[in-house]
């Protein structure tokens, strides 16, 4: 079974619309972290946003937050007032364990193209 | 910008040969990962270390081997290279803290290309 599902493999918006790009995970570590990255056409894997699992409130990073919702186990990346330059792969990440090693998983991404 | 880079950035080999990746970083950061993207696969670990000579396989090992003999060099060598090998391969770096407010996410370096024919 997967650990991280990005079910949406394109997603199309109006430029200064909102997005939602949607993200589930499975894990039965009870401390984990959430990751969302950014990978444009140029290739290179930009961080956006982080969430603990033990942090009360939703992450937000300028025009990104992550809708963090812990008893259904989705972590959404909302993307406000959308620009042509958010038009990228974006991938949802996922580190499992607690000390010890640092184990991250990626999702298979969601295409985002940004329309004028 | 972390400090990571990754040589070469393009290859091009023919089946059999030995192939070695480099990552090098200065940033000093604990932990270093191969990763491998594929269209339709997202990223797949490879291999990590988290130290020197401290090494751990990843979900799709098989064909590859790597080697930590400093903190900022982590090599990656496929022994005898296979047309299913052609991928682009990433390095990542951290010195996250699991678990805790101090957590990092990774950093990435600028990628490999690298092509068997």
């Known amino acids: 079974a997967q650990k991280i599902t990005q079910t949406q493999p394109g997603m199309f918006v109006q430029e200064k619309e909102a997005v939602t790009l949607d993200c589930t995970y499975d894990t039965s570590d009870p401390s984990y972290g959430l990751f969302w990255y950014k990978q444009p056409s140029s290739g290179e894997m930009i961080f956006l946003i982080y969430q603990g699992s033990y942090d009360q409130q939703n992450a937000t990073e300028g025009r990104y937050s992550l809708n963090f919702q812990k008893a259904r186990k989705s972590a959404n990346l909302v993307i406000s007032a959308s620009q042509l330059g958010d038009s990228a792969m974006y991938f949802c990440a996922m580190r499992e364990g607690w000390g010890g090693s640092y184990i991250p998983t990626f999702g298979r991404g969601t295409s985002l193209i940004v329309h004028p | 910008d972390a400090g990571i880079t990754q040589s070469p950035r393009h290859k091009v080999t023919e089946t059999g040969t030995p192939v070695t990746l480099r990552c090098h970083q200065t940033e000093n950061h604990r932990y270093m990962y191969w990763y491998r993207q594929d269209p339709g696969h997202g990223l797949r670990l490879i291999h990590y270390s988290y130290g020197v000579k401290d090494t751990d396989k990843g979900e799709v090992s098989d064909g590859y081997s790597v080697s930590r003999s400093k903190t900022e060099d982590f090599l990656l060598t496929l022994e005898s290279a296979t047309s299913s090998q052609t991928s682009v391969y990433f390095c990542?770096?951290?010195?996250?803290?699991?678990?805790?407010?101090?957590?990092?996410?990774?950093?990435f370096g600028d990628g490999t290309r690298l092509s068997i024919l």
């Open positions: 990542a770096i951290s010195d996250s803290s699991p678990g805790t407010p101090q957590e990092q996410p990774q950093h």
